[in-house]
């Protein structure tokens, strides 16, 4: 059975940082490509970021570059979120997801149960 | 960057026939794909690549697209569907991921 737990989450000050894990199980992690997409307080769901299966391609939204940086420990099976320079904006639920990327296609076939981030405004 | 548009809202009576909506340029060239969101829960993929079904998915959520707009049409809506249903896709880009604004729908 594939799981996605996820952790690292908690309330942080503006300008403040926070690193997010993702532990998988029940399939080849080193397989897949994974993403992280967040969903802010009774809002839709945004597309946060994506790691290549060796962790040799990365691709951020816009409004992280640069601040948030993803990445994979294989051996660990798990997927991380490194978030700095914290926003009120950022606030969200943080789902971490396991992919499959087609080149005409992606989509998002397993989900965790999100861990919360709260940066106050 | 591109972006996907979704009705906020659709109703739909018990047992009938309804039809989401999923609008964007990208469509043209990426496939889309659909989720189930109900309140307090993670999104559940419903529809994959357009048209494809995953396992477990009843057979009454079914996809299709023509152009620039997608469709995910759910035949004989039952009341446990009442929910979010979100689509996405790549943006055109291709590098990006993007998702519609969600629709929510409602069953009377």
Same mark, same amino acid.
């Given at each position: 059975? +594939?799981?996605? +737990?996820?952790?690292?989450?908690? !309330? +942080? ?72 320079? !914290? ?35 | ?59 009454? #959520? ?36 993007? #998702? ?9």
């Amino acid at each position: 059975e +594939v799981q996605l +737990v996820e952790s690292g989450g908690g !309330l +942080v000050q503006p300008g403040g940082s926070l690193r997010l894990s993702c532990a998988a199980s029940g399939f080849i992690f080193r397989s897949y490509w994974m993403s992280w997409v967040r969903q802010a307080p009774g809002k839709g769901l945004e597309w946060v970021a994506s790691i290549k299966e060796d962790g040799s391609q990365k691709n951020y939204v816009d409004s992280v570059m640069g601040r948030f940086t993803i990445s994979r420990d294989n051996a660990r099976n798990s997927l991380y979120l490194q978030m700095n320079s !914290l926003r009120a904006e950022d606030t969200a639920i943080y789902y971490c997801t396991r992919d499959i990327v087609l080149a005409t296609a992606i989509w998002f076939d397993y989900w965790g149960q999100g861990t919360l981030v709260t940066v106050p405004s | 960057s591109s972006e996907l548009t979704q009705d906020p809202a659709v109703s739909v009576a018990l047992g009938q026939t309804v039809r989401i909506t999923c609008q964007g340029d990208s469509l043209r060239d990426y496939y889309v794909s659909w989720y189930q969101q109900k309140p307090g829960q993670a999104p559940t993929l419903v529809i994959y690549a357009k048209t494809n079904r995953p396992s477990g998915i009843p057979h009454r #959520f079914s996809g299709s697209s023509s152009g620039d707009t997608a469709s995910l049409t759910i035949s004989g809506a039952q009341a446990e569907d009442e929910a979010d249903y979100y689509c996405n896709s790549r943006d055109s880009s291709g590098d990006h991921v993007i #998702f519609g604004g969600g629709t929510k729908l409602t069953v009377l």
